[in-house]
T-cell receptor, first 110, second 120 residues
Framework: GQNIDQPTEMTATEGAIVQINCTYQ??????LFWYQQHAGEAPTFLSY????GLEEKGRFSSFLSRSKGYSYLLLKELQMKDSASYLC???????????FGKGTKLSVIP | EAGVAQSPRYKIIEKRQSVAFWCNPISGHATLYWYQQILGQGPKLLIQ????????DSQLPKDRFSAERLKGVDSTLKIQPAKLEDSAVYLC??????????????????FGPGTRLLVL
């Protein structure tokens, strides 16, 4: 089976940097996704990592360590609009089906 | 490019009633997913279609849930009869890949706005 663990809630200050961690256990690893979900809205794709290392995309970066079963999402220069849930997801082995973590609710405060 | 469309956006029903949700995926996307998202949880896959065929419905409670995608485009998800614990957001997603992953880079799933169901 698959297991994904991420913190339930985090709070950070506008303009700061926040790191949201995700640990996973899965057989047949085939990448890891991060999605952003604002309250009452659909998840939207942020990043996909399949190789170890850091991938940067504007204010958002995502890191993967396959040997440690660990990923993080790094958000820089936080803005109020970054308040949302951040979902970590891994595909089922041999499939495109995603198993999602419970999500980390990030609150950005002034 | 138009996104994934879903309707209705909100639905309130009483337990034991029936309800149906509709999804229109992104044009050309062969694969369609239905997810259930309970408040405070991540989305949980219910069923996956590829064109008009079911790829995986192992997590669909078939005693009360059914889904179809007859012409390989639009899809409907039905609950009959509804229970209190079915209160959730039902998300539809689509993607353009075909076949199994086979170690290749993943295609991205695009989600619709969801239908928020409240069962009283």
């Amino acid at each position: 089976g698959q297991n994904i663990d991420q913190p339930t809630e985090m709070t950070a200050t506008e303009g700061a940097i926040v790191q949201i961690n995700c640990t996973y256990q899965t057989s047949g690893f085939n990448g890891l996704f991060w999605y952003q979900q604002h309250a009452g809205e659909a998840p939207t794709f942020l990043s996909y990592n399949v190789l170890d290392g850091l991938e940067e995309k504007g204010r958002f970066s995502s890191f993967l360590s396959r040997s440690k079963g660990y990923s993080y999402l790094l958000l820089k220069e936080l803005q109020m609009k970054d308040s949302a849930s951040y979902l970590c997801a891994v595909p089922k082995a041999g499939s495109y089906q995603l198993t999602f973590g419970k999500g980390t609710k990030l609150s950005v405060i002034p | 490019e138009a996104g994934v469309a879903q309707s209705p956006r909100y639905k309130i029903i009483e337990k034991r009633q029936s309800v149906a949700f509709w999804c229109n995926p992104i044009s050309g996307h062969a694969t369609l997913y239905w997810y259930q998202q309970i408040l405070g949880q991540g989305p949980k896959l219910l069923i996956q279609f590829q064109n008009n065929g079911v790829v995986d419905d192992s997590q669909l409670p078939k005693d009360r849930f059914s889904a179809e995608r007859l012409k390989g485009v639009d899809s409907t998800l039905k609950i009959q009869p509804a229970k209190l614990e079915d209160s959730a957001v039902y998300l539809c997603a689509s993607s353009s890949h075909l076949g199994l992953a086979g170690g290749r880079p993943q295609e991205t799933q695009y989600f619709g706005p969801g239908t928020r169901l409240l069962v009283l």
